[in-house]
Each structure stands twice: as structure tokens, then as C-alpha cells.
């Protein structure tokens, strides 16, 4: 199963993990586990790739996490609007295939 945590700070999105693999399919044949993986590197390919923001990310098999600095919080309306569509996108996958993912908020 695939676990998706979204990290918030100050009622803003801070981030978020995501951890293990869907068991949809076997691995090269998952959907769940491409689709949730191709928006997690989306949100960090932009955020420095477009935006040029310093973030910190980890990726690793069968994790991928990305935390914005405390700069990047408080004053990029822009890493917000990127941040709440990529967690648009996890919560689609997940009404989906809920069997497969579980979405879950936390303070940080």
C-alpha cells in the first residue's frame, strides 16, 4: 500500500511523504504506484526546476518526500498553488483506488 502523509505548517502545505508501493500490479505494470509517483516528482521538478526554490527532498525506492524551506512557506503564493494541485491530484488517485492508498494530514 502506498501511504500519503501531507505536511502542514500554519494552515499552508509544508509538503509531504510518500511511502511504500500500491501492490496494484506487479512492479513496471502499477498505474496506482506510476501515477501517484509521476505527481510527487512534478511537485518537486517544479518547485525547483521552474521556480528555482531551494526544497528539501528525498528519493528513494519506495519513498519520496518534499519539504519547503520556512522562506519558501511564508512568502510563495506560487509553491502553495503548485503544492495544492499535486495534493489534488493524490486525493483523485485515492478516490479511485482506495484499496491502494491512504491519504492522511498532518501539523507539523
Known amino acids: 500500500m502506498t501511504n ?6 500554519d494552515n499552508k502545505i509544508f509538503g509531504y511523504k510518500v511511502n511504500g508501493h500500491s501492490g496494484y ?3 513496471g ?4 504506484c506510476s501515477a501517484v509517483s509521476i505527481l510527487a516528482y512534478t511537485g518537486i521538478n517544479t518547485l525547483i526546476y521552474k521556480y528555482k526554490y531551494a526544497v528539501d527532498f528525498v528519493i528513494n525506492d519506495g519513498l519520496i518526500s518534499l519539504e519547503l524551506s520556512e522562506t519558501i512557506l511564508e512568502h510563495s503564493e506560487e509553491a502553495q498553488v503548485i503544492l ?3 495534493i489534488t491530484g493524490f486525493e483523485s ?3 479511485s483506488y482506495s484499496k491502494y492508498i491512504t491519504l492522511k494530514n498532518r501539523e507539523v
Not at 500519503?4 to 505548517?9: A, D, E, F, Q
Open 4 to 9: 500519503i502523509v501531507v505536511l502542514w505548517k
Open 25 to 27: 500490479a506487479e512492479s
Open 29 to 32: 505494470n502499477d498505474i496506482v
Open 84 to 86: 495544492q494541485t499535486i
Open 93 to 95: 488517485i485515492q478516490e
